[in-house]
Nanobody, 123 residues
Framework: QVQLVESGGGLVQAGGSLRLSCAASGRSFWNYYMGWFRQAPGKEREFVGGVTWTGQTNVIDSVSDRFTISRDNARSTVYLQMDSLKPEDTAVYCC?????????????????WGQGTQVTVSS
């Protein structure tokens, strides 16, 4: 079992930055690929990016120049650093854990989800 708790969301002006955290509890954090997803109002949930146990990251092209994912295994925490935020980044952001040591982009591949944190970017 893995429990995930996100934090760090909030309201920010366009051009600003936020860092989201996802703290994991439970056993065997090293067994999991950690992903970030977001769901904007009226849209499908989408994969934003993720990180393997060894720190290899993948971020979707649309935000790869602004978003960075990292992982602190000692703290069982994953981060999503978001810079130069735009109003279209407004969404609920969730972290998720997939029992894999490789990239997982499909929502169905994830067995554990956090509750999500709201990010609102004002223009």
């Amino acid at each position: 079992q893995v429990q995930l708790v996100e934090s760090g969301g909030g309201l920010v002006q366009a051009g600003g930055s936020l860092r989201l955290s996802c703290a994991a509890s439970g056993r065997s954090f090293w067994n999991y690929y950690m992903g970030w997803f977001r769901q904007a109002p009226g849209k499908e949930r989408e994969f934003v990016g993720g990180v393997t146990w060894t720190g290899q990251t993948n971020v979707i092209d649309s935000v790869s120049d602004r978003f960075t994912i990292s992982r602190d295994n000692a703290r069982s925490t994953v981060y999503l650093q978001m810079d130069s935020l735009k109003p279209e980044d407004t969404a609920v952001y969730c972290c998720a854990a997939a029992r894999s040591n490789m990239l997982v982009t499909s929502q169905g591949g994830y067995g554990y989800w956090g509750q999500g944190t709201q990010v609102t970017v004002s223009s």
